[in-house]
């Protein structure tokens, strides 16, 4: 456990400035990436500094990203490359914060639901059903269905339930 030396440290800080990563600044310095780690939990001085290089670092691979993503957008190449242009977004949504914008959460299930089916059935009398289901609540609707014949005329209606049938599996 040798300690760094000052060229050595603003070598680190520099290049973790640029590309944001603890493993590029312990490369450019010529240690590990364990001796960085150590070295800041003994100077708390250098941890702030490598904490302020890895934000700006951060800041500048998502004005990168981005940059890419404008290039693409106002001056398409003949062929795109879209490997570049999905990492680009990658990282601009990963390090730029509200990039993909704001997400609310509107409500929360409380339980788990297995699905047995999701097609429309006819209504069949409870007798045949020996196990009861509970339903889910929006998952029961009584839809008419007109029964025509090869010419069209009126024959009769059907009701039929279109139901998504569900168990409770685990209520809180």
């Keep these: 456990m040798s300690k760094l030396t000052q060229d050595a440290k603003d070598t680190a800080i520099e290049t973790i400035r640029i590309h944001g990563t603890m493993k590029a600044g312990a490369g450019a310095a010529g240690v590990s990436v364990r001796t960085l780690n150590e070295e800041m939990n003994r100077s708390a001085i250098f941890k702030r500094r490598?904490?302020?290089?890895?934000?700006?670092?951060?800041?500048?691979i998502a004005d990168n990203a981005i940059d890419r993503i404008k290039e693409?957008?106002?001056?398409?190449?003949?062929?795109?490359?879209?490997?570049?242009?999905?990492?680009?977004?990658?990282?601009?949504?990963?390090?730029?914060?509200?990039?993909?914008?704001?997400?609310?959460?509107?409500?929360?299930?409380?339980?788990?639901?297995?699905?047995?089916?999701?097609?429309?059935?006819?209504?069949?009398?409870?007798?045949?059903?020996?196990?009861?289901?509970?339903?889910?609540?929006?998952?029961?609707?009584?839809?008419?269905?007109?029964?025509?014949?090869?010419?069209?005329?009126?024959?009769?209606?059907?009701t039929v339930e279109e139901a998504i049938e569900g168990e409770v599996i685990n209520e809180q």
């Design 50 to 60: 490598i904490l302020e290089a890895r934000e700006e670092g951060k800041r500048n």
């Design 72 to 158: 693409y957008a106002f001056n398409p190449p003949v062929k795109t490359d879209r490997n570049v242009l999905t990492a680009a977004i990658a990282l601009a949504n990963a390090y730029e914060p509200g990039f993909r914008g704001t997400t609310t959460v509107q409500g929360r299930i409380s339980h788990d639901v297995r699905v047995i089916s999701a097609v429309p059935r006819p209504s069949y009398p409870k007798e045949f059903d020996n196990t009861p289901k509970k339903m889910l609540q929006s998952g029961k609707r009584t839809k008419k269905i007109e029964i025509l014949d090869e010419k069209g005329n009126y024959i009769g209606t059907q």
